[in-house]
């Protein structure tokens, strides 16, 4: 199901809002982050965090190359989040609906919570024990192996706290492990991007 550009521009800002509500010093949410929480194609996500940035809504990150690393939420974004009546005329996209990523019953939200929480402890046990052999089975030097070593703990560490999770822990971790031990990134990427959308809360 395709979703509307005027969507894809609020669900941004509405998950930049939350973020920065539960993670007011942090550094922004990861593009990777971003595309997986709302399901849209990377094309569709560049062309509207990229109108978002025209309209100092949001400021985007970029390291050096072009394509922006980090998205947050500026003083004018929020100021149109909490009050949309306000910003219709200069921001048309304010009139859609929230998306479906809050919308749902409240039961839902409450349905089996101990069951998933288990499965995904379990999905962060079973990556890392595979990262960690994967790690053990390289040819690099001690020094290197014990670096990688070091941040996978803290980043498994981080992770299986699912909803106290602290996300710029896991973003710092995760930006320095698909750095420095790229080979590691497929075999835990899904349980870290699970992992931020846990501790963001979103479904």
Do not use: C
């Not at 053990?136 to 703990?153: F, V, Y």
């Amino acid at each position: 199901m395709s979703v509307s550009d005027d969507q894809v521009r609020l669900n941004i800002l509405e998950l930049l809002h939350k973020h920065l509500r539960d993670h007011p010093n942090g550094s922004g949410v990861d593009r990777a982050i971003i595309q997986d929480a709302l399901k849209i194609s990377e094309k569709q996500m560049d062309l509207n965090t990229s109108y978002l940035e025209d309209k100092t809504l949001v400021t985007l990150f970029r390291t050096t190359s072009s394509q922006w690393t980090f998205a947050k939420i500026t003083a004018e974004g929020i100021d149109v989040i909490e009050n949309k009546e306000r910003y219709v005329d200069k921001f048309p996209f304010t009139q859609t609906s929230t998306s479906q990523m809050n919308e749902g019953s409240q039961e839902s939200d409450f349905q089996e919570p101990v069951q998933s929480q288990v499965s995904f402890t379990q999905q962060v046990t079973d990556a890392f024990t595979q990262a960690y052999d994967q790690v053990r089975a390289t040819k690099l030097s001690t020094d290197n192996k014990g670096k990688i070593e070091k941040q996978l703990k803290a980043l498994e560490k981080e992770l299986l706290k699912t909803k106290k999770a602290d996300l710029n822990t896991i973003q710092k971790s995760w930006e320095w492990l698909k750095k420095n031990a790229s080979s590691l990134s497929p075999a835990i990427a899904q349980v870290v991007l699970e992992g931020i959308k846990i501790a963001l809360d979103l479904p």
